[in-house]
């Protein structure tokens, strides 16, 4: 029996359109495999109604699409409880309220309740042949995937002048995809053999920059670029080495694809 592949997309932040042009995009260029949205699937962006429909629509097509747990989820499970269900926003901080009532509008408010709740049953997604994982931030190097408390695993993230944890990891727990710190483009980290071990794919779509999507055994991107307003430099937004680390950086997977 053929083993399926698994796509992961980093972050979406409510970048509905976004997220609807890379689903379009996977029916040819991973059109069998399973997708894996690596979390924080509504806050921040314009269209959280738009995130919600294009994976109604494609589960509703035979589509399997799992959900890691990221950190903006229970914020996000919070604000649509304190509105109820006429979506009062005024005791909500401006960009939650601005969710809510674009769900309110689009009489999603259920539909996002139930989304959240399944993507916060799951802290992670992974395989084998290779051993992989799917996990929103990252892990403690120190301790591993097994013993990283949640909390870490949903926020792990560099401070201002400090490297990020994935220069420090083993390689122990093998392949980790995370999203979580947006960077300007999907950083591979690679053993002396090529084979990845850490791939961080978050490239801040909610910020103007790309949605990028992961497909694990084929070891290659696919990158959407971002309709929304540029807020950073994107060109300096990048992971800091620790001197002695013993991974190979490679900027992107084997195959990328860009769409403009």
């Given at each position: 029996?053929?083993?399926?592949?698994?796509?992961?997309?980093?972050d979406v932040h409510g970048c509905g359109e976004e997220l609807g042009r890379m689903f379009a995009r996977l029916r040819t260029w991973a059109r069998d495999c399973q997708i894996v949205l690596i979390g924080d699937l509504l806050t921040k962006g314009p269209r959280p109604d738009l995130v919600i429909e294009h994976i109604h629509a494609e589960r509703d097509a035979g589509r399997r699409i799992r959900f890691v747990c990221g950190n903006h989820e229970q914020r996000a499970l919070a604000a649509l409880r304190r509105a109820g269900p006429d979506g009062d926003t005024t005791r909500l901080p401006p960009k939650l309220a601005a969710m809510v009532e674009c769900l309110a509008e689009a009489d999603m408010i259920e539909d996002a309740i139930v989304l959240m709740r399944e993507a916060m049953s799951c802290m992670r997604v992974g395989g084998r042949n290779p051993r992989w994982s799917a996990i929103h931030a990252g892990v403690d190097p120190d301790l591993g995937l097994a013993a990283t408390p949640r909390s870490v695993m949903m926020s792990i993230k560099a401070a201002p002048n400090?490297?990020?944890?994935?220069?420090?990891?083993?390689?122990?727990?093998?392949?980790?995809?995370?999203?979580?710190?947006?960077?300007?483009?999907?950083?591979?980290?690679?053993?002396?053999?090529?084979?990845?071990?850490?791939?961080?794919?978050?490239?801040?779509?909610?910020?103007?920059?790309?949605?990028?999507?992961?497909?694990?055994?084929?070891?290659?991107?696919?990158?959407i670029r971002s309709r929304q307003r540029r807020q950073y430099n994107f060109q300096?937004?990048?992971s800091r080495r620790e001197p002695g680390s013993a991974w190979r950086v490679a900027a992107a997977a084997r195959g990328r694809t860009l769409v403009r």
């Open positions: 029996m053929k083993m399926l592949d698994t796509v992961v997309i980093g400090e490297s990020d944890w994935w220069w420090r990891y083993s390689g122990q727990d093998g392949l980790l995809i995370v999203g979580h710190k947006p960077l300007s483009r999907p950083l591979i980290l690679r053993r002396e053999d090529g084979r990845p071990v850490v791939a961080a794919i978050d490239t801040g779509c909610v910020y103007g920059g790309y949605l990028t999507a992961y497909k694990v055994h084929a070891d290659k991107t696919l990158m300096r937004r990048v």
